[in-house]
């Protein structure tokens, strides 16, 4: 992808995730963003990618620089990792598998780390209920999202 095709890629991102909201959930759409450059470019684009897109999300919100940096960055070194060879050999499970995780693993370190730096944003339990929710949403994702080398 091109410099603008990600531009626009994250713009619509951003944009889709501000106005869609399933059960009063809004998805993670970023979290796709990051994992499909962890899986197709490498660890390093991925974490790149990661700090890009987490470092704007973390300017748009009202909080802390970093959470959401240093998720989108974990969740940009993780797929190419365990997904494209390096540990599993890719299959659409591991795919759906792999974007439930690193949603999961995003929304994890963003809430314990704007718990121990700042305050937490919601409770454990609404914490907890929509990073599921938002993990389910993504996980059909994750089965499209495929390595260079997948058959």
């Known amino acids: 992808m091109t410099y603008v095709a990600w531009a ?5 991102a951003f944009l889709l995730q501000a106005k869609i909201s399933i059960i009063s959930i809004v998805p993670n759409l970023t979290v796709l963003l990051v994992y499909y450059a962890g899986m197709k470019y ?3 684009r991925g974490m790149t990618v990661g700090l890009i ?6 300017s748009l919100s009202a909080s802390i620089i970093g959470p ?21 050999i890719w299959t659409p499970l591991f795919g759906i598998l792999g974007a439930f995780l690193l949603t999961m693993i995003d929304n994890t370190v963003v809430f314990s ?3 121990i730096f700042d305050r937490p944003p919601t409770s454990p339990s609404s914490a907890l209920r ?3 929710m938002q993990s389910l949403i993504n996980a059909a ?8 080398h997948a058959d």
């Open 8 to 12: 626009l890629a994250v713009l619509l």
């Open 42 to 44: 490498g660890e390093t």
């Open 53 to 58: 897109i987490g470092g704007i999300e973390d």
């Open 68 to 88: 959401n940096m240093l998720g989108k960055a974990l969740a940009g070194f993780f797929p190419s990792f365990f997904l494209s060879g390096g540990f599993f």
């Open 113 to 115: 780390t704007l718990g």
């Open 130 to 132: 929509i990073a599921i």
């Open 141 to 148: 994702a994750g089965m499209f999202i495929r390595p260079p």
